[in-house]
């Protein structure tokens, strides 16, 4: 059993930038973040391989966001930058412990979510 906890977050101005976290209780392959905004689909943001080496994201994202993991403390970051009213949401990082042959941009890819974190950018 991983426990992922979240923190950062909170209400930025439109052009702001905010950096979020993710702390595992234990070791994890790949991590990714979501987002899920009220009246919109979960949307996947970024995921990085374990060793960091491998990123990847979300085309509509447009390089605004970067996702990092540090390994010595377990956390992985998302760092969001010239937020937009539009990235309004409620921020998931996720975590996989064995690979299901899922892709990495599937939510059932991953065995173990964050609490969540409310992200409100204002115009």
């Known amino acids: 059993q991983v426990q992922l906890v979240q923190s950062g977050g909170g209400l930025v101005q439109a052009g702001g930038s905010l950096t979020l976290s993710c702390a595992a209780s234990?070791?994890?392959?790949?991590m990714a973040w979501f987002r899920h905004a009220p009246g919109r689909q979960r949307q996947f943001l970024a995921f990085?391989?374990?060793?960091?080496?491998?990123?990847y994201y979300a085309d509509f994202l447009k390089g605004r966001f970067t996702i990092s993991r540090d390994n010595s403390k377990n956390t992985v970051y998302l760092q969001m930058n010239s937020l937009e009213p539009e990235d309004t949401a409620v921020y998931y990082c996720?975590?996989?412990?064995?690979?299901?042959?899922?892709?990495?941009?599937?939510?059932?890819?991953?065995?173990?979510w964050g609490q969540g974190t409310q992200v409100t950018v204002s115009s």
């Open positions: 996720a975590a996989e412990v064995s690979n299901n042959g899922a892709a990495y941009y599937h939510a059932r890819r991953y065995n173990y």
């Open positions: 234990g070791r994890t392959l790949g």
């Open positions: 990085t391989s374990r060793s960091g080496g491998n990123s």
